[in-house]
């Protein structure tokens, strides 16, 4: 019998011809909004397998109206998916290859940098500035940018993402500083090129720009506020690739709207899945000039998408012939 795919959002067309070679697939059209629960529920009620996205909430009610025989998700290993209920009914569900899931840093890197430099030479300015018709070549000082050779970035956290920002920052002449609660090692720093600064406070006092790379969780919910926020100086800039609600957003849109500091660059914010079903990003935010918005689009490149969700993919094949893939996030269904 031919298998029933659902895919609950679009991916690249690799992965789905790993998935046509085994069964028939359908997938959600849409790629400018979530799926609503009624959509995914009628999809799941004409398939065998799920295949989501991260951000892909899959509730117990859910579940429970399908005959799932097993779901794909792109996650590394915290699905929004009612684990429990996926438990009661035995299905399985697996993740990508975490070694494939590891892609997503130095591209998250890349968008920070790319951040960074948009802010430093305003190019989004430029671009208004040129489409408005107001090309005066180099002789405007309209658009004088801060630059970055000699300026000093300050990295909040020194994990994954930080340390591939760090070499790809360097050659631009830019002074590196970074505070997390556990100091790297002397000798790491040394051969990272990074200079470690304890105070929270101090590094935002002295940083052109400011970028948060660490992760989420109860020390960090809005570690950067009004109080934060003001410690930085009037022409830096705030880079936020990491997640929405380590910035207290209202105060930071206050802070771009009073010119307290430069600009920033947001790829995250405060209303994301898991915290709301459809993202959401305030009115507020969207008429600022000083700020660079991006859709939580670090990773999205076409070679990164394209090995996740291929891995994806090829684990619920290999749980389709009975297999048991390292990848399989709920293992104790079969032990029962």
């Known amino acids: ?24 697939v359908a997938v959600y059209p849409h790629m400018d909004r979530q799926i609503a629960p009624e959509e995914l529920l009628a999809g799941l009620k004409s398939a065998d397998w799920l295949f989501a996205m991260h951000e892909t909430k899959v509730n117990g009610h859910s579940l429970r109206e399908s005959r799932l025989k097993g779901i794909g998700v792109l996650a590394k290993d915290d699905p929004d998916i009612d684990m429990d209920a996926a438990n009661e ?27 960074l430099l948009g802010l430093g030479y305003r190019l989004l300015d430029a671009d208004r500035y040129t489409r408005s018709g107001r090309f005066r070549q180099e002789q405007t000082m309209a658009l004088m940018g801060m630059g970055v050779d000699g300026k000093t970035v300050g990295l909040i956290g020194m994990g994954k993402v930080a340390e591939h920002m760090v070499p790809r920052l360097l050659p631009f002449g830019m002074n590196i500083l970074y505070t ?14 990074v200079h470690w600064v304890e105070q929270l406070d101090e590094l935002l006092a002295r940083s052109d720009y400011v970028c948060l790379a660490c992760d989420y969780n109860k020390s960090t919910h809005k570690l950067i506020g009004r109080r934060e926020l003001g410690l930085m100086k009037p022409t830096s800039f705030l880079i936020n690739t990491a997640r929405g609600r380590i910035v207290d957003q209202p ?14 660059g947001l790829d995250v914010f405060w209303d994301e899945p898991p915290h709301v079903d459809e993202p959401f990003v305030p009115e507020e935010l969207r008429k600022l000039d000083n700020v660079i918005l991006a ?42």
Not at 97 to 106: G, H, M
Not at 181 to 192: P, Q, S
């Open 295 to 336: 859709p939580h689009n670090g990773g999205a490149t076409w070679q990164v998408r394209t090995n996740r969700t291929v891995s994806v993919a090829q684990s619920m094949i290999a749980v389709m012939k009975g297999e048991r893939p390292p990848t399989l996030l709920n293992p104790g269904i079969y032990a029962r």
């Open 251 to 264: 105060e930071l849109i206050d802070a771009l709207r009073e010119r307290r500091i430069a600009g920033a």
């Open 1 to 24: 019998m031919t298998e029933r795919i659902f895919v609950a959002q679009p991916i690249p067309e690799p992965a789905l011809e790993v998935l046509r070679a085994v069964g028939d």
């Open 89 to 115: 009914l035995r299905i399985p569900v697996v993740a990508e290859d975490p070694a494939i899931f590891a892609q997503v840093s130095p591209a998250t890197a890349d968008l920070t940098v790319a951040m």
């Open 180 to 193: 997390k609660r556990t100091r790297l090692d002397r000798g790491r720093e040394k051969e990272l090129g």
